[in-house]
């Protein structure tokens, strides 16, 4: 079954704490892995796009990997603002038109 | 430019009543997708177009719920005889074509059913 899962939940840093989100994925035929941030009452603010094994993109503290099973979002030396929820979701050859969703990781950073 | 926009920003009503929930996407896009999310949750699918036509519409949960796109620009999403089940916030998104490329999301309209 096609499915895409984030971890962990939840989690919380101290500002200036790095660490990793993971995105793992089954899916058959990936056409792309997409990371969006959510901020409370909002709709998802598109951050990266990857498309093959070995990839990486940056973006002022984010930078997002890709591997033939995963996806990770590092965030090195997080601030308050970072605090969101991370989405994940892929778009696979069965069905190009949807995108799968994770249930997303929860981040929160503390001052 | 303009982003995806969407109206009301808050919808409350009665179980039973008709709504409408409007989206205008960025302009020059020809893709346009409705989710529905809720809390703690990821989007969930619910109607894809292409232009003016629906062209994967299997994520609308029942006939109470039907989408409309008459130009190719402004898509209304229409619920009738809604239920507290329906509560959630709608979202739209918009992409420049329908198959590769980026999605971006709207604001989002929270329904609230009583």
């Known amino acids: 079954e096609d499915q895409v899962t984030q971890s962990p939940e939840a989690l919380r840093l101290q500002e200036g704490e790095s660490s990793s989100l993971n995105c793992s994925y089954t899916?058959?035929?990936?056409?792309?892995l997409f990371w969006y941030r959510q901020d409370p009452g909002k709709g998802p603010e598109f951050l990266f796009t990857?498309?093959?094994?070995?990839e990486e993109k940056e973006k002022e503290r984010l930078k997002a990997t890709l591997t033939k099973k995963e996806s990770f979002l590092h965030i090195t030396a997080p601030k308050p603002e970072d605090s969101a929820t991370y989405l994940c979701?892929?778009?696979?050859?069965?069905?190009?038109?949807?995108?799968?969703w994770g249930l997303g990781t929860s981040l929160a950073v503390n001052p | 430019g303009a982003g995806v926009s969407q109206t009301p920003s808050n919808k409350v009503t009665e179980k039973g009543k008709y709504v409408e929930l409007r989206c205008d996407p960025i302009?020059?896009?020809?893709?346009l997708y409705w989710y529905r999310q809720s809390l703690g949750q990821g989007p969930e699918f619910l109607i894809y177009?292409?232009?003016?036509?629906?062209?994967?519409d299997s994520g609308l949960p029942n006939d109470r719920f039907f989408a409309v796109r008459p130009e190719g620009s402004v898509s209304t999403l229409k619920i009738q005889r809604t239920e507290r089940g329906d509560s959630a916030v709608y979202l739209c998104?918009?992409?420049?074509?329908?198959?590769?490329?980026?999605?971006?999301f709207g604001p989002g309209t929270r329904l609230t059913v009583l």
């Open positions: 979701a892929v778009r696979h050859a069965g069905n190009n038109r949807k995108l799968i």
């Open positions: 899916v058959s035929g990936l056409r792309g």
């Open positions: 990857l498309y093959s094994a070995g």
């Open positions: 302009s020059g896009h020809t893709a």
């Open positions: 177009f292409q232009g003016t036509g629906a062209a994967d």
């Open positions: 998104a918009s992409s420049l074509d329908g198959v590769s490329s980026t999605q971006y």
